[in-house]
């Protein structure tokens, strides 16, 4: 494994995708940034660890996929701990933890509130629905490479997929009627 890349042609090669992905599911830059450090913190202290049993591109898109679902895990446990502050101590105005609004630097400031709306909607859709719409729409990857992401087969993806676009598709019919 000598031919194998150093960890900072690894972080050169993929800070990008990671960011960018960061970026799409979490849809804030500042969130985006924290867990894109959070990624390569982790492919560091693992990167002995990798047995190239899936390219070390699927590898990291997992890491990274897995560091934006507990960064959202957390961001609800603060916001439901939030909600109980007043409750508790009495002082709604401490404590709280602050939303954080729709900011994606590649959307237009006119755009911001239809892709915010779009965005809303995806973010209500399953976990796995969600990952692997992301995944095809704007990380433009195929079927085989989200079934190797996700470990899954490809008819699952399909399945996924189908059941994403149907269930996106309800929640922006819905909206409108």
């Known amino acids: ?65 897995n560091q934006c679902q507990d960064f959202l895990k957390a961001k609800k446990r603060q916001k439901r701990f939030g909600f109980h502050i007043p409750v508790l101590w009495g002082n709604p105005a401490e404590g709280l933890p602050v939303l954080s609004d729709f900011k994606h630097p590649g959307v237009q400031l006119e755009d911001k509130e239809a892709v915010a709306y779009i965005f809303k909607n995806i973010n209500d859709l399953p976990q796995q629905q969600k990952t692997a719409l992301l995944l095809k729409v704007v990380e433009d990857l195929s079927q085989k490479e989200i079934a190797a992401i996700l470990d899954i087969s490809i008819k699952a993806v399909e399945s996924l997929l189908s059941r994403a676009r149907s269930n996106l598709q309800k929640k922006l019919d819905a909206s409108e009627g």
């Open 1 to 65: 494994m000598s031919d194998f890349p150093s960890f900072k042609e690894i972080y050169e090669q993929h800070t990008d995708m990671v960011f960018n992905l960061c970026l799409n599911y979490l849809q804030n830059e500042a969130d985006a940034e924290e867990v894109t450090q959070d990624v390569f913190i982790k492919v560091y202290r693992q990167l002995a660890n990798f047995k190239g049993q899936a390219t070390l591109k699927t590898w990291i898109y997992r890491i990274s996929i």
